[in-house]
């Protein structure tokens, strides 16, 4: 009885642990078009920088109480408050691709993409996403994508 009751404590107490361990690096997008970064996780803490770009995706590396450690794709970090964040429907392109028509590559090419340019996610399957970008609606493949 004792080894039973054993086995169902390790499983319940190693379980949380190692799911909060799948959740910890996630990605969301900014909210407003300015958002405060923090030194720490704290209001108090001074303002270490300030995004100005609405829908800017960031990776949550870590998290305290109502704010979020992220880093961006340039390596830049810090803390926001979780009321800043959203779920991340956007990306940044890495490498300079094409936006296609349909999702081939033997699709009609509808823009080039420079690299740092912002995409917005409308559906997304195993590898290939539909996305907007300012005037431009198209399907890129989901390779150098950040924010995937």
């Given at each position: ?22 959740e910890k690096n996630y990605f969301l997008m900014l909210k407003n078009n300015k ?114």
């Amino acid at each position: 009885m004792y080894k039973i009751f054993l086995a169902i404590f390790l499983v319940y107490t190693i379980l949380p642990s190692s799911s909060f361990a799948a959740e910890k690096n996630y990605f969301l997008m900014l909210k407003n078009n300015k958002v405060n970064v923090r030194y720490g996780p704290s209001s108090d803490s001074p303002i270490k920088f300030i995004y100005k770009k609405k829908f800017l995706p960031v990776k949550v590396i870590d998290k305290k109480e109502n704010f979020r450690k992220i880093i961006d794709h340039k390596k830049n970090s810090g803390w926001i408050h979780q009321i800043m964040l959203k779920k991340s429907k956007s990306f940044i392109v890495l490498k300079n691709k094409i936006l296609f028509k349909e999702p081939s590559y033997f699709s009609k090419p509808v823009a080039k993409l420079s690299a740092g340019r912002l995409i917005l996610s409308k559906k997304c399957n195993n590898e290939w996403c539909r996305v907007k970008t300012n005037e431009y609606i198209g399907w890129i493949d989901i390779k150098n994508l950040w924010g995937i």
